[in-house]
């Protein structure tokens, strides 16, 4: 869950919950934005293909427009289904210099036609889930799905002893990640900058 607020489940993140924990992966946002812009710096139209009846996907965007970079537009493509992803991505691929995948689940499973599009169009692919650079994503900043599960299996754990929902705040994990595809890379002929081989950036082959 990226949104819990959004999704209905909670009002707030800092009340105090009685019958509700857990771990979130909200997306780093203006991290993100600085990844593309160090990856891709004469990138000017950053494009999303997203669900809107996804709320974690439309919080995300609202945060996105919200603090966009003053040198990058974003343009748009909703769709419904993931059927209809592929079409999605066609329909903006050509207008845009790098595309933005938020934690939508309806373009997550057509993700291996979602990057095939976008890597025959030389556009690289950027996500908030570290995971999805292992899939040929070009590069990612954010929580790993293991830390996400690893965060929330704590918390049932000390629930399981006897800890108290409410003494349990709901939380994100200690640690992000940062990946970058060296293939898709090397396929969209973009050079990775040095100083990102001498930081905690996983480099996937």
Do not use: C, W
């Not at 857990?22 to 946002?29: E, K, L, R, T, V």
């Not at 537009?73 to 790098?98: F, H, Q, T, Y």
């Amino acid at each position: 869950m990226s949104d819990p607020v959004a999704a209905g489940l909670v009002e707030n993140l800092t009340a105090v919950q009685t019958q509700i924990t857990g771990a979130i992966d909200s997306p780093m946002i203006h991290e993100i934005q600085t990844l593309i812009k160090e990856l891709v710096p004469k990138a000017k139209v950053l494009g999303a293909v997203y669900n809107p009846g996804e709320a974690n996907s439309t919080k995300a965007l609202a945060d996105l427009k919200a603090s966009l970079d003053p040198s990058l537009k974003l343009l748009e493509s909703a769709v419904n289904s993931s059927n209809l992803v592929a079409d999605g991505l066609r329909s903006i691929v050509k207008k845009v210099d790098a595309l933005y995948i938020p934690l939508d689940n309806t373009v997550v499973s057509a993700l291996p036609k979602f990057i095939q599009i976008a890597n025959a169009h030389k556009i690289p692919t950027f996500s908030s889930d570290p995971q999805h650079v292992t899939q040929g994503v070009f590069a990612s900043y954010g929580y790993s799905q293991f830390a996400v599960g690893q965060t929330a299996g704590a918390k049932a754990a000390k629930i399981l002893n006897g800890a108290k929902v409410s003494s349990l705040p709901i939380s994100t994990p200690f640690a992000l990640e940062a990946s970058i595809n060296k293939r898709t890379a090397k396929l969209l002929n973009i050079a990775v900058p040095s100083q990102f081989n001498k930081i905690a950036v996983k480099m996937i082959d």
